[in-house]
């Protein structure tokens, strides 16, 4: 492989959710030892780079995600020796570490918010954004918590309203006050010069907002099913174009370090997304593209959103994919076990950096949790739309004991009642299971590099079907063909003779068979070819 292509773009990344990978000290929670007891997994597997969901010392109100110390470890998930020790047995296999930063917000526990809210004199009174209310006794402006209710809370003490885009618990930070941003890069170079490989900076496009503090519209398009943020277009709330200058300033101290990277989690429209890999790609790396997560499974659709996709990246960014995440229902729970399959194929043969979160590989499914037992704030607060994300936060099904190997003790959250098939152990010795297709496709796009540097050529896309090139100089040439539906279906390539071998498929029984014209699918079924000339 082309030498100057990085350990990002060549490999793939693999999301662990701590509370939920592998517990080690008999809690019922994930812990960083468990991680590392698992990383021969992961390096069988074939990934090569692991993101972990944020393990710093918190309350938990966000189950992590609201941070009261950005410099430690959260004694549930371990010490900071334990995290010397994943860094090291990710480095010794030759994998990289990418740690989850959350500077758009702390916790309302932090000792920097709560000096803020000491007294509106404080020195950092300005680090989050207090406002009056209005002459009439109303909110500051319009704009609405992701978690349901107003941003605006109201602190008694002080007589001033604080922001919060989520929980009221997670206080924004004021990225505009450069003390602000002086303590956030410090403790990027903290876990830098640990040697942590890279950030996935949490909601990063949420990081400025409007200098004016502007109503948000009304969005037009708001369902009730919809969760209570939505009824507005957060354009004053989130993505100001000063955003990127922030973005710009973490990136170069990223540069001052020898092949770090930095993903954004940026939930956008591809014109905008594609805005986040900077001037000059001195942005994000990685601008999360959660196309694959968010749009119907179209066939059309989906084709028509990797072209805009492919035809929006500025010159030199370089392109990602993710099928799930700890925020999403789990891939097989939206499309189905047979056509996760395909989508696995679809995940691993695109252009771009492929990101895996955790289970996915199995097909685990969400899992359905008793009220009683829901954790989830987003569930939580707004109870009757099913917005609950403990569904797809379940424990790692390892093997088919009472805990599926991940604990000893009942879990944080329930373990599914399929685990007992679905589980790595029983997979890893059938060659038809999901594991093993995982494995076989990213070891497949790792031994053959037109898959990573190769360009993407759309060939065909009906209403069962994608079908697509990946091109390169001097190599052979694939075919992927897709069948994103649960019928049969042929395919003929348009002005092409289709001569060619079937490699790998999601129907293993199809390999090795010799296509000529033709090539026929069952429901569910997709092949990778290498084409004749
Ligand atoms: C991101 C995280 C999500 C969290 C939210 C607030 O979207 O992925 O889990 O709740 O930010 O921090």
């Avoid at 526990?109 to 009439?136: A, C, G, M, T, V």
């Avoid at 679905?422 to 010795?429: A, E, G, P, W």
């Avoid at 031994?447 to 190599?475: C, K, M, W």
């Avoid at 003929?492 to 129907?507: E, P």
């Amino acid at each position: 492989m082309s030498k100057d292509v990085l350990w990002w773009q060549s490999g793939v990344i693999y999301q662990v959710y701590p509370r939920s990978f592998q517990d080690s000290n008999g809690d019922g929670v994930g812990d960083l030892k468990g991680i590392t007891s698992r990383l021969d997994y992961l390096q069988w597997l074939g990934i090569k780079a692991v993101w972990v969901s944020p393990i710093y010392p918190s309350p938990m109100a966000d189950f992590g995600y609201d941070i009261s110390d950005y410099g430690d470890i959260h004694p549930l998930f371990g010490t900071m020796q334990d995290f010397e020790e994943l860094l090291e047995g990710i480095h010794r296999r030759n994998m990289k570490l990418i740690l989850d930063l959350v500077p758009n917000h702390t916790s309302d526990k932090h000792p920097w918010f709560l000096e803020s809210r000491s007294s509106r004199d404080n020195p950092k009174r300005d680090w989050y954004i207090w406002k009056d209310r209005k002459p009439d006794g109303s909110l500051p402006n319009n704009w609405l918590a992701a978690f349901g209710g107003s941003a605006w809370e109201w602190d008694e003490a002080t007589q001033q309203y604080y922001y919060h885009a989520f929980l009221k618990e997670q206080p924004d930070l004021n990225w505009r006050n450069k003390d602000v941003q002086t303590a956030m890069f410090a403790m990027m170079r903290f876990w830098l010069d640990k040697g942590v490989d890279g950030f996935r900076i949490d909601v990063m496009w949420h990081m400025i907002k409007d200098a004016l503090f502007r109503d948000n519209p009304v969005n037009p398009e708001y369902q009730p099913h919809m969760a209570t943020y939505d009824q507005l277009l957060p354009i004053y709330s989130s993505d100001q174009p000063e955003v990127h200058t922030i973005v710009r300033e973490m990136r170069e101290l990223l540069d001052e370090y020898p092949e770090r990277m930095m993903i954004g989690e940026i939930y956008l429209p591809i014109h905008k997304l594609v805005v986040y890999y900077g001037t000059d790609n001195k942005g994000a790396h990685l601008p999360f593209n959660f196309m694959l997560l968010t749009l119907a499974w179209d066939p059309k659709r989906i084709a028509a959103a990797i072209n805009e996709y492919e035809a929006s990246l500025p010159r030199g960014g370089w392109p990602n994919w993710v099928l799930g995440n700890h925020d999403q229902p789990r891939v097989v729970s939206r499309i189905g076990a047979s056509q996760a399959r395909v989508a696995a194929m679809l995940l691993l043969t695109l252009r771009g950096t492929p990101t895996i979160y955790y289970g996915d590989e199995l097909g685990m499914r969400d899992v359905a949790i008793p009220p009683d037992k829901m954790m989830d704030p987003q569930g939580l607060n707004m109870p009757d739309k099913n917005l609950s994300r403990d569904p797809a936060r379940t424990p790692m099904q390892w093997d088919n004991s009472e805990y599926s190997g991940f604990s000893l003790v009942s879990p944080w959250l329930p373990v599914d009642r399929t685990a007992d098939r679905v589980n790595v152990r029983v997979q890893h010795s059938d060659p038809s299971s999901m594991l093993i297709l995982y494995r076989r496709l990213i070891h497949f796009r790792e031994q053959n590099p037109v898959f990573i540097t190769g360009s993407y050529i759309p060939v065909f896309a009906d209403h069962q079907v994608i079908a697509y090139l990946r091109r390169e100089e001097g190599h052979p040439e694939f075919l992927v063909v897709l069948n994103l539906s649960h019928r049969p279906c042929y395919f003929r390539m348009a002005g092409r003779s289709l001569y060619g071998t079937i490699v790998l498929s999601t129907t293993p029984a199809l390999e090795q068979t010799t296509i000529r014209d033709t090539l026929t699918l069952s429901g569910d079924e997709g092949v990778i070819i290498t084409l004749q000339s």
